[in-house]
């Protein structure tokens, strides 16, 4: 069975970064898109970034573009998400996410078309 696992949330002052993992055991990256949603109290799962696990440019919310990164590391079934100059705003609650995918399109970024979820990690920006 596939298993993500995130890690490195924790508690920041505003303009500061952290660094989210998530590690993706019995899953073959470069058949998945892997993401990184995050969710609100009350509110839906929204995706920030998504990548196509078999290589391709990264596509973001345009809450975080120019703030955020996601990289993931086929060698280590490790995917991270790098948070820079993080705002009060980016307080909740994120999640590591896959889907298989065999052409590389990872621009829908519905939560319902993510098949493999971790269990969140919270992330506070004061």
């Known amino acids: 069975d596939v298993q993500l696992v995130e890690s490195g949330g924790g508690s920041v002052q505003a303009g500061g970064s952290l660094r989210l993992s998530c590690v993706a055991d019995n899953l073959t990256f470069r058949h998945n898109c892997l993401a990184w949603f995050r969710q609100a109290p009350g509110k839906e799962r929204e995706a920030v970034a998504q990548v196509f696990g078999g290589g391709g440019t990264p596509n973001y919310a345009d809450s975080v573009k120019g703030r955020f990164a996601i990289s993931p590391d086929n060698g280590k079934n490790m995917v991270y998400l790098q948070m820079n100059s993080l705002k009060p705003e980016d307080t909740v609650t994120y999640y590591c996410?896959?889907?298989?995918?065999?052409?590389?399109?990872?621009?829908?970024?519905?939560?319902?078309?993510?098949?493999?979820w971790g269990q969140g990690t919270q992330v506070t920006v004061s």
């Open positions: 996410a896959a889907r298989c995918e065999f052409y590389g399109n990872c621009d829908d970024g519905r939560a319902s078309g993510y098949t493999h």
